[in-house]
């Protein structure tokens, strides 16, 4: 039996969907923090809910596999993780593929220390494991790539640095994959798209995608910091997006390994095409 945790998620319903084209779906349990939103899973749902340790060890009771998908909120993770790693060993399961981040254990990457914890847990734990190191997904982008195609401009401070994203089907279908298959324990993953593209690059295809003219508008931390208060967005939103693009101008999200590529055995999906299903959504 394999449970997905945060089931309910943007990554733990495409996950669960390529499960369910491998396998019988009474071999697939959803793990979610409210059930009430799990209806249309079309598998069984169990709670499972990070701040709740008490209600992990039923979800994960049976569990031959478990992909544990990272949870979302910044700066509670390893509390959180550490819960359900506990849970996870107790309930005997038999392999645990967590989503991690791009280097995680060596990056100075904004979002990497969470991470880096986490893997140390589940190293500790003496579960089997697999660590997929997911670079960024596409989708991360799409309000800022609506908005570009409105106002015709794409704002960042990210100068030339270049983002290996793919989108999340394909990082959903790579963990199908490592979860069906043999020979992944112990593995860690590096798992980017084929090509690294820049915000320019990004500006490009939004403007062929919504046919107007959009370029990219570099400025300063400090400018970008400004414009994103006076939009409105919190300060902790604030600093962590100016954060990001700052790592995106040191590079710590150009990596192109091939390795997501491999999994899925065909080529990652083009930045081109992502941009095009985000702007034909509406």
């Known amino acids: 039996m394999i449970v997905v945790t945060g089931a309910t998620g943007q990554l733990g319903r495409l996950a669960l969907a390529a499960l369910r084209e491998r396998v019988p779906d009474t071999e697939v349990v959803a793990a979610v923090r409210n059930p009430a939103k799990a209806a249309d899973l079309g598998v069984e749902v169990r709670e499972a809910d990070y701040d709740r340790p008490e209600t992990l060890p039923s979800a994960f009771a049976g569990a031959d596999r478990v992909l544990f998908i990272s949870g979302s909120e910044v700066g509670r993770r390893v509390p959180q993780h550490a819960a359900v790693v506990v849970a996870a060993k107790e309930a005997g399961a038999g392999h645990l593929v967590y989503t991690s981040a791009p280097k995680a254990d060596t990056s100075p990457l904004i979002l990497a220390p969470e991470h880096r914890e986490t893997e140390r847990i589940i190293r500790e734990s003496g579960l089997p ?47 199908a994959v490592v979860l069906t298959s043999a020979g992944h324990e112990g593995r860690v993953y590096e798992l980017s798209g084929d090509t690294a593209w820049s915000y320019a690059d990004l500006a490009a295809e939004i403007s062929a995608a919504a046919g107007r003219e959009v370029g990219y508008r570099d400025v300063s931390p400090e400018e970008h910091r400004a414009a994103l208060a006076s939009a409105g967005l919190p300060d902790a939103v604030v600093d962590l997006v100016v954060g990001l693009d700052a790592d995106t101008r040191q590079g710590l999200l150009a990596g192109t390994t091939g390795e997501l590529k491999a999994l899925l055995g065909r080529p990652t999906t083009p930045l081109a095409d992502s941009v095009r299903e985000i702007l034909a959504r509406g």
């Open 129 to 175: 494991f697999t660590f997929l190191r997911n670079n960024w997904y596409t989708e991360n982008y799409e309000q800022n790539i609506r908005q570009a195609a409105e106002t015709g401009v794409y704002l960042g401070s990210a100068g030339e640095g270049r983002v290996a994203s793919a989108p999340r089907a394909d990082y959903a279908e790579a963990a």
